[in-house]
């Protein structure tokens, strides 16, 4: 059983250039989550999707960022002329359909944004 | 806003003592909490997870401690290994929401 997948795992872009990255969940996980670490700091919370759905959009920054989670294939975090600023680690995490109470999150190995 | 804190950036323990690492909050509406650990260049990797109707929870080594009235949650690990030297997330939600993670405390087990 295949875990949380993300790719690429590391990503160099310059200023001014898009960047795209791809998580696909876990076989059965219906709830994607993406995360940015940059560095010394914790984990932000940035979106909850699911299937063509965005559920919690309230960490995504409101320029430049953008997510989905199609019916077929990964769900994708898009950032737009990127900065500087951007350079972090993106995580994504997902989980079945969510019971009653939270349910644990499993996280990809994340990738790697460098903006130059 | 940072609803989760751990105050502790860093924590070094013996080989064989008991590693404690700590979490406060500040949302009395969060009802389920949650241990990541993390390697370097890796995602973090779920470790132990509590509800609020419970106080302590155990597995193996791992315990995790809530303290609802001092929104206050523990990990204690006993006997620490070198193999747990990583950097402790814990993380928080309200009502099956979105989780909100503290800032990380980076565990150094000295053989």
């Known amino acids: 059983n295949a875990g949380v997948m993300q790719n690429p795992r590391h990503l160099v872009r310059r200023r001014g250039q898009e960047a795209r990255l791809r998580c696909s969940p876990m076989k059965g996980h219906s709830h994607v989550y993406w995360y940015r670490q940059l560095p010394e700091e914790g984990l932000k919370f940035m979106v909850y999707l699911q299937k063509e759905n965005i559920i919690d959009e309230s960490g995504m920054p409101k320029e430049r960022f953008s997510a989905e989670f199609p019916k077929e294939g990964p769900s994708i975090l898009r950032i737009q002329q990127v900065v500087r600023g951007d350079s972090a680690a993106y995580f994504c995490?997902?989980?079945?359909?969510?019971?009653?109470?939270?349910?644990?999150?499993?996280f990809g190995p994340g990738t790697r944004l460098l903006v130059l | 806003d940072q609803q989760v804190k751990q105050n502790s950036p860093s924590l070094s323990v013996q080989e064989g003592r008991i590693s404690i690492l700590n979490c406060d909050y500040t949302?009395?509406?969060?009802?389920?909490f949650l241990w990541y650990k993390k390697y370097p260049a890796e995602g973090p990797t779920f470790l132990i997870s509590?509800?609020?109707?419970?106080d302590k929870n155990e597995d193996g080594r791992f315990t995790v401690f809530l303290n609802k009235s001092a929104k206050h949650l523990s990990l204690h690990i006993v006997p620490s290994q070198p193999g747990d030297s990583a950097v402790y997330f814990c993380?928080?939600?309200?009502?099956?929401?979105?989780?909100?993670f503290g800032t990380g405390t980076s565990l150094t087990v000295i053989p």
């Open positions: 949302n009395s509406m969060f009802d389920y």
């Open positions: 993380a928080a939600s309200a009502l099956g929401n979105q989780f909100y």
């Open positions: 509590i509800s609020s109707i419970k």
């Open positions: 995490a997902s989980s079945p359909p969510m019971g009653a109470v939270g349910e644990t999150q499993y």
